[in-house]
Structure formats: C-alpha cells, structure tokens
C-alpha cells in the first residue's frame, strides 16, 4: 500500500470514529461505507412489542429535528428510508443488534428492553443536536453506517439517588431517569427515607409525611437560596404521593428501568420516629449521636410494635414497586439506645442473641420474613451481615461483604466507596467545585471500577449481579448539584457495567466523552467539563 493511500485510509477511519462515540461502547461495533439521512418521510416501522420504543423515539427525535414521523405496523412492508425495529429471536432481552446502511435503519431484539437501547443507541449516532429540546436548523440528520452487536456485561446497573437529604420533584427524578437510560443503566435506587426526610406517602400513618417530610431548614450549613423545596410556611421538604410513586415506576418502566425503593432501617430513622416516637426505645431519645455530628434515629427491636409498623408500611409500598427487591438500608446502625433498653436486652436475652449485633441481625431477620411474606427479596447494605446474613437476603456491598456473601451464595451488588461514591469532589482543588462532603473520585477512577471483585472464584461469580453508584445529597441541594456529580462520571459508571472487560479503553472514552459533552449541552444538563482540571 502507497504512503498516499494508507493515509487517507486512516483519515477516513479517524473521520468514522470520530462521528461514532456511542457511551457505553458497544460490544461489537464495525463501521460500514455510506450514511443513513433522516428526513421529515423517514418511517419508524415497527411491530407491538417494538411499539412503545417506537413512540419514544418518534417524540425524541422531533424535538430536534420538527419532523413529525410516521409510525407503521407493518414491518414485511417495510421499504427504503425507514427505521425498522423488529423484535424476534432468542437471547438476553438487553441485547440488540442495530445495522444502519444508506437504504435505512433496522434495529433486531428478542425483547422489547434491547429495542429500546437500540434506539438508545440511534440516538447516541446522530449528531448531537439531536438532543435539543427546540428544534435545530442546519444540522444533516445523518447516522454513519454501521453494524453493532450489542449486549450488556451485568444485568443491575444501577445509580441511587438520596431524596431524603435533600427533596428533589418528580419531573426532577425523571430527568434523572431520562439521563440513565440514555447510557442504558437499569436499576433506579430510589433512598426514600433516611434521618432528614421521609418522602413516601403511607397512607395508614400520615404523619410520616405531614410531620416526617418536612424540617425548619435547609440544614447542612447551606444557603436557604441554593433549594426551592419549601412550603408555604417556609418549611424544607416534601414527599411523593402514592400516586406519584407510581407515575415514577411507569416513567421508568417505559425506559426499561427497575425502582427499588429504600426504606431505611432500623437505624437512620429520626424522620419516621419524630412522626411516631413509639417505635423508638421506651423512655430514650431515639435520636442518637452519629458520625458527622448529626444524629440518627433507631427503632426498638425489642418491641413488637416496631415491626408491624414496618409489616403496615411494607404492605403499602410493596404494590407500588413491581420489581424484584426492596431495599431496607441496615448501614451506620447505632446500637447504644439497644444496650440501655429494657425491651431491647429482654429480646436478646429471650432469643438467646449473644449481642446487640446478633439483635441487629434478628430484626433484618424478621424484616426479611416480612417482605418475603409480600412476595419481594430483601435488599441491604454491607452491615446487614453483622451477626449473621439473612438467608435469602442480597448485599449491596459498599464497605465490604460482597466476596463472602456471593461465596456463600447470596446475590450481590457492589457499590464501593472507593469507585462509585458520587458525593465526593471530582477535584482536589475544592476551591473550583461546589461544596461536597469530601474525599476525591475522578473520572478515571471511576471507570478503572471493576465490579468483578478478583478474589471471586469463578463458581460464585454469577452472583454479581453488577455495579451501582450512589449519590448521597447532603450537600447536593439542586438538581443541577445533581447533574455535576453525575456527569460525566455516570458514563465511566455505565460503561464499566454494560460493555466486556475486554472493550475499556480510556483514551477512547475520553474522546467520546468529549462527544458526549456536546449532547449534555444540547438537553442543558450541568456536566463537569472533562477539560476542566482535576
Ligand atoms: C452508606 O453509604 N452509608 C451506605
Ligand atoms: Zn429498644
């Protein structure tokens, strides 16, 4: 080959790849000669499963371009210039395999979940204006062609949201449910209640939100400016109606996202006993010193009550979550009010418990009966194997725990500090970012996040059910604090979930990332720009 030729040859490879900066990569993707160019006649030709994500993707795809496209049901009469989605064959529901050649678009799943990252995946292969909520002019709707084969690593890939710290709407948490699926994570981890705020409508116990919802201010040593969810009385919170919750878990569902709902215990749960102090510890103050100078509450586990409580709490938002596991939280329990209660020592002494340890696992023992009874898995953090593991429960592993626990055939989330808290500052000059609770999490590291712990023996290793991130809010009070500590970090976070090991490439998600910074900017999402220093 001529030096002429092989260069013009990597020119127009590099202008290919520079046109395709799909997050998470794919896991085959080979690009192809020509280009498909959408146009206001382009049909979106689908069949009933596909219909949904049919929908979907005509109103995404508007907004940008104006084109108002028509959608036919007759996929064997499909023709030139459409979009087929085709759901057929066998194999993992995710998957998808998306062709695009100047004739048209066709995007194959054997579900419904894989059409829908199809079109994910379309939209990622568009310029990026495609993103814009107002229309573009200008801008050639054209997507280079390519043949993609595409399966995801992991089936949870998850990002947990702290509403309780700070309250965030329900078009918020939307937004934050349209920003996952774009990079095709599947798991909303919904932290609903925790000491500051209990955001779920009960409807057999009211003051959990007229009283549990809502505090004086904003807390945390923030401005009062830098919120709006106050009431008319100028008090700080909210909560989600059960009729809200449900828009939620359909919004989601529609985008092939699971809710799992956290209702935390038996610690962090000063919102719920302020509300109903008679499940805290006879003749103690619930609220009990914590590390950060606050304070957390705890339930009595030595009082019967206690637990049908939790049974009347758990029959109403079980219905309301059609997914497999509820979250119980179980993490930072205090147990000094359990060593000073009558109740609490009566417990251990009748269940032959040896401390307040083994208590801790007698109550998420009987929780863990209790959600059974209402036909969901238990779901908690790393702590919840302090005095012996629940048999049927699953850890989300964020200090530990998670090699044991799959050793001992129990599923397994990992979620570890070190590579997947979101709350700490993207930035050792702190000075340059926005107030955060500390620590240091670059991009990198995050994508250097192997949810594979490699002390796992091959046999256990199914019991991985993938990698999550979370974002606690103390000091996150916007949806747009949101977005910064979101972003770009959530697409390393999805990445190292969705593509093969085999497929990391960080010099080649940066370049992407730089792409995508472009997409951020057309949906106006506040993205901590990656030329920014670290
Ligand atoms: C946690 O971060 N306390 C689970
Ligand atoms: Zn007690």
């Avoid at 939280?329 to 418990?353: P, Y």
């Avoid at 129990?410 to 709350?423: I, L, R």
């Avoid at 910074?517 to 999402?525: D, F, I, K, P, S």
């Amino acid at each position: 080959m001529s030096k002429y030729l092989a260069t013009i040859l990597l020119l127009a490879a590099a202008q290919l790849n520079a046109s395709i900066a799909v997050i998470p990569v794919p896991a085959k993707l080979v690009p192809q000669a020509g280009e498909f160019r959408l146009d206001a006649k382009t049909r979106i030709v689908t069949d009933e499963l596909a219909r949904p994500a049919a929908e979907l993707l005509a109103a995404r795809l508007r907004s940008a371009t104006g084109f108002k496209l028509k959608i036919k049901s007759d996929t064997a009469k499909a023709g030139d210039d459409d979009i087929w989605l085709v759901t057929d064959g066998a194999g993992n529901p995710e998957s998808y395999m998306l062709s695009v050649t100047p004739q048209g678009v066709v995007i194959h799943a054997p579900a419904a979940a894989g059409i829908f990252y199809g079109t994910e995946t379309l939209l990622q292969l568009l310029p990026p204006a495609i993103f814009s909520a107002k229309p573009v002019t200008g801008t050639s709707w054209s997507v280079p062609g390519v043949e993609i084969a595409d399966a995801p690593r992991y089936p949870w890939r998850g990002f947990m949201l702290d509403v309780s710290r700070h309250f965030f709407t329900k078009p918020e948490v939307e937004q934050v449910l349209d920003l996952m699926a774009l990079y095709k994570l599947n798991t909303f981890h919904w932290h609903l209640v925790d000491d500051q705020g209990w955001r779920i409508q009960i409807k057999k116990y009211p003051k959990l939100t007229s009283v549990g919802a809502w505090r004086d201010a904003i807390g945390f040593g923030l401005d009062p400016k830098d919120a709006t969810a106050y009431d008319r009385s100028g008090r700080y919170g909210g909560f989600y109606t059960q009729r809200e919750i449900r828009e939620v878990v359909a919004y989601a569902a529609a985008r092939h996202i699971t809710v799992v709902p956290e209702i935390e215990m038996p610690g962090h749960s000063s919102a719920a006993l302020t509300a109903y102090p008679q499940f805290g510890c006879p003749n103690i103050d619930f609220a009990v010193p914590a590390k950060g100078g606050v304070f957390t509450g705890v339930y009595c586990a030595g009082n019967d009550a206690t637990f049908a409580f939790i049974n009347d709490v758990l029959s109403e938002v079980t219905p309301l979550f059609p997914g497999k596991y509820i979250h119980i939280g179980g993490d930072e329990v205090v147990k000094s009010n359990w060593q000073h209660c009558a109740k609490c020592q009566l417990r251990i002494k009748n269940e032959g418990l040896k401390d307040e340890k083994e208590l801790q696992s007698y109550f998420i023992r009987r929780v863990e009966k209790l959600v059974t009874a209402h036909g969901k898995s238990l779901i908690g953090w790393s702590e919840i194997r302090e005095g012996g593991l629940a048999p049927t429960a699953a850890l989300m592993d964020w200090i530990g725990g998670g090699v044991e626990a799959a050793r001992s055939g129990h599923e397994v989330v990992m979620a570890p500090t070190k590579y997947s808290y979101f709350d700490h500052y993207q930035s050792t000059n702190h000075t340059q970012e926005p107030l955060a609770i500390g620590g240091f999490l670059p991009l990198k590291r995050v994508y250097e996040f192997e949810p594979m712990p490699v002390k796992l023996a091959p046999e256990f290793q199914s019991h991985i059910l993938g990698g999550q991130a979370n974002l606690w809010t103390e000091y996150i009070p916007s949806l747009a604090r949101v977005e910064y500590m979101m972003f770009p970090r959530l697409c390393a976070l999805a990445e190292v979930n969705w593509s093969p090991a085999s497929a990391r490439d960080w010099e080649g998600f940066k370049e992407r990332t730089g792409v995508n910074e472009q997409r951020l900017a057309a949906m106006g999402v506040n993205y901590r720009p990656l030329a920014k220093p670290e």
